[in-house]
């Protein structure tokens, strides 16, 4: 059975996001990036994404994060639409999360793998994340994406803002942030050399 349920642009989202043809991004006065000339290029846009298989959980019938839950290998897919070709389009993913219940409620933190599939190539991401503490999400992820294929050699990041919970079946889907770039993802925990 299928469910309605947003993460990241698998992620992405998640998101599970962050893939097809170069896009330019609108400036205030009227002009463009061009992305052929290697500049940084600013991803903006969403996800909403559909439960494919349910994976394993601590809390029977449990679909989405509560409060002492566990969710392992939930797999998603996602259809993304963001302001750039190459990172819209059909997205796959695992989705995993661990909540615990604190005084001030439910703490969660959400974690996970995705392929974006582009028409010139593919992204592999992953993910890690956590309830949001301001209470304006249901979560907060923080994507990582390497380019293969037509996109071997670029990185796209992104910072999704995840609706679990909404107006719809199980959510609104995800605000995306985020910024493709010519070179290698920051080195975790690394200096910046």
Request: hydrophobic share 30%; net charge negative; charged share 15%.
């Amino acid at each position: 059975m299928r469910t309605s349920h947003s993460v990241p642009a698998l992620v992405a989202a998640v998101g599970l996001l962050a893939a097809a043809s170069v896009a330019a991004v609108a400036q205030d006065d009227g002009g463009s990036i061009d992305p052929a000339a290697g500049l940084p290029v600013v991803v903006t846009g969403g996800s909403t994404c559909t439960v494919i298989e349910r994976g394993t959980s601590a809390t029977p019938n449990v679909l989405i994060h509560e409060s002492n839950s566990r969710i392992r290998d939930q797999q998603l897919e996602c259809v993304l639409t963001m302001s750039d070709a190459r990172v819209s389009g059909t997205g796959t993913g695992t989705f995993n999360d661990s909540c615990f219940e604190s005084e001030s409620g439910s703490s969660c933190v959400f974690w996970g793998s995705s392929e974006i599939l582009g028409p010139d190539g593919r992204w592999q991401c992953s993910y890690t994340g956590t309830g949001d503490p301001y209470g304006q999400n249901d979560g907060l992820l923080s994507s990582i994406c390497r380019g293969t294929e037509g996109y071997e050699g670029l990185t796209y990041m992104s910072q999704d803002a995840v609706s679990f919970y909404g107006a719809a079946d199980f959510g609104d889907g995800t605000s995306t942030y985020g910024l493709i770039y010519e070179g290698d993802p920051p080195p975790p925990g690394g200096s910046a050399e």
